[in-house]
Nanobody, 123 residues
Framework: VQLQASGGGLVQPGGSLRPSCAAS?????MGWFRQPPGKTREFVSA????????YYADSVKGRFTISRDNAKNTVYLQMNYLRPEDTAVYYCASAPRTYNSAYYRREAAYDSWGQGTLVTVSS
């Protein structure tokens, strides 16, 4: 599976962005991770393709929403009420099979990664 992420950019605190990730090939699950400057990559959100189950890191719950477009084989991450600490390179990733919810939070669940899109939250 090849992934193409887009939709990052510069936004003021409190603003919104909606990065997307288009995939080629069969999808079983898609995840978003992010890597803030000088820090390790961390889980943000994931969606299980079979039933649309969604999962979020506590730091983004209530502000971010993950969704999918089956016809376009694309996943979106609607990010609202953005904060400076959300600044990071955001990566999408594809899972080769369906898992229980907890496993989607682990990088090991994914075997294909997009190139990353930079999100900067600053005034």
């Amino acid at each position: 599976v090849q992934l193409q992420a887009s939709g990052g950019g510069l936004v003021q605190p409190g603003g919104s962005l909606r990065p997307s990730c288009a995939a080629s090939g069969r999808i079983n699950g898609m995840g978003w991770f992010r890597q803030p400057p000088g820090k390790t990559r961390e889980f943000v959100s994931a969606i299980r393709w079979a039933d649309g189950g969604t999962y979020y890191a506590d730091s983004v719950k209530g502000r971010f929403t993950i969704s999918r477009d089956n016809a376009k084989n694309t996943v979106y991450l609607q990010m609202n009420y953005l904060r400076p600490e959300d600044t990071a390179v955001y990566y999408c990733a594809s899972a080769p099979r369906t898992y229980n919810s907890a496993y989607y939070r682990r990088e090991a669940a994914y075997d294909s990664w997009g190139q990353g899109t930079l999100v900067t939250v600053s005034s």
